[in-house]
């Protein structure tokens, strides 16, 4: 029996010493894929610029922001802070009411993003409403691979307005061309 086991040892090491594996002489780093649903490009680190939407005489109107990061997130909160005094001096305004938003990104849609609204997001009346969205819509989708955003309230999907009427489905920068900014945005 032992005979027996030391020659079976002594065939697979020649088999697995003539496979060709060769010991590496470093480590070498192996990338893990991520199990989580978020597909989206990180954002990048530090302060970025990019541009938030705001309302002069109706329309949206890009303004420039240095951002901690380059998350939906935090585009939504210098977006929530509003405009700045000089700005409001010029006419800048903004039809998104004071309030948080949770953002999350399904695993589905890489391009997609769902941003889940308070209660005072429903509280905007009139053309305010379809601006308040827009403002949001225009934001996000300035974060790169962002094309469309779904809203939701609580748990439940939230109808916005667009161009064309109430939607329940995700909605991108083509369902606000009323509002558009023309300064080239």
Wanted: some cysteine; glycine content about 8%.
């Amino acid at each position: 029996m032992t005979v027996r086991l030391l020659l079976l040892v002594g065939v697979l090491s020649m088999a697995l010493a003539g496979c060709g594996v060769r010991p590496e002489p470093a480590p070498k780093p192996i990338a893990i894929p991520s199990d989580t649903a978020a597909t989206e490009t990180p954002p990048a680190m530090g302060p970025v610029e990019r541009r938030v939407y705001f309302v002069r005489s109706g329309r949206l109107v890009a303004v420039e922001r240095r951002l901690s990061s380059g998350s939906v997130t935090t585009a939504l909160e210098s977006l929530v802070a509003g405009p700045t005094r000089t700005e409001v001096a010029t006419g800048v305004r903004t039809s998104v009411a004071p309030q948080s938003f949770r953002v999350a990104h399904p695993g589905d849609s890489p391009r997609v993003v769902e941003v889940t609204a308070g209660p005072q997001f429903t509280s905007v009346s009139g053309q305010d409403q379809l601006l308040a969205v827009a403002q949001v819509v225009w934001t996000v989708t300035e974060v790169p691979g962002i094309r469309l955003v779904r809203f939701y309230l609580d748990r439940s999907p939230l109808e916005v307005p667009t161009d064309d009427g109430l939607a329940r489905h995700a909605v991108g920068r083509s369902d606000y061309m009323s509002v558009r900014p023309t300064d080239g945005s």
